[in-house]
């Protein structure tokens, strides 16, 4: 398996302007989670997903976040209109959750999309 | 709330000297804990868990790391410390039982080892 592929790797981009990032999950996996990291705060959960719907999108900071999964395979983070402020290294996670608590929350990161607005 | 704290931004340790990167935690509930290790420009990678059963937990690369109920501590060793350990280091915590919760991190612990 590939891993959890994230693309793009870097966003450069203006302030004002629309950022889209794309998440592809491992295969199987079923919880799905998007991830911020700034050296200010650390790393923050934006949003998670399990069976494609969204559970807790409590860390989203502003309504110009959001977040979909339209299915198993894919989720984007989108952020309009971006802002300086928004910089940070975004990455997404996914991991299999079932019943045996023995095989839950083992977490597989992407090599994360580092964003840049100017 | 849950929360987890590593109170030390960063540890520096000489190869083949023992490691320890430290976090306690805070649950209302009984927890579950995991270390994650972070490489430049990668992102975070499973190194161990604690769910139930002994303390002491193995995980990946040598490491291991005990559980103390009492003092609330899941503090990460090594007996002998490698030039390729250094790393970013997450602890990060779960209330167990709470399936919908989430895994909070905590701020990360730069382990440098000197040759």
């Known amino acids: 398996d590939a891993g959890v592929i994230q693309s793009p790797r870097h966003e450069v981009t203006e302030m004002g302007q629309e950022v889209t990032l794309r998440c592809k999950p491992i295969s199987g996996h079923n919880s799905l989670f998007w991830y911020r990291q700034t050296m200010m705060r650390g790393l923050e959960l934006l949003i998670y997903?399990?069976?494609?719907?969204?559970?807790?999108d409590s860390g989203m900071p502003e309504d110009r976040f959001s977040a979909k999964m339209p299915n198993a395979s894919f989720s984007t983070l989108k952020i309009q209109p971006s802002e300086p402020r928004d910089s940070a290294v975004y990455f997404c996670?996914?991991?299999?959750?079932?019943?045996?608590?023995?095989?839950?929350?083992?977490?597989?990161f992407g090599s994360g999309t580092q964003l840049s607005v100017l | 709330a849950q929360s987890v704290a590593q109170p030390e931004d960063q540890v520096n340790v000489a190869e083949g000297n023992p490691l320890t990167v430290k976090c306690t935690y805070s649950v209302s509930g009984n927890p579950y804990l995991f270390w994650y290790v972070q490489y430049p420009n990668r992102g975070l990678q499973f190194l161990l868990k604690?769910?139930?059963?002994?303390?002491l937990v193995k995980g990946s690369y040598g490491f291991e790391a005990e559980f103390n109920k009492s003092q609330t501590s899941f503090h990460l060793k090594k007996p002998s410390a490698l030039v390729s350990d250094s790393a970013l280091y997450f602890c990060a915590v779960r209330e167990a039982g709470n399936q919908g919760g989430k895994l909070i991190f905590g701020q990360g612990t730069e382990l440098s080892v000197k040759p």
């Open positions: 604690y769910i139930t059963g002994d303390n």
């Open positions: 997903f399990n069976n494609n719907v969204p559970i807790d």
């Open positions: 996670a996914s991991s299999l959750k079932t019943r045996t608590v023995a095989t839950n929350e083992k977490l597989f």
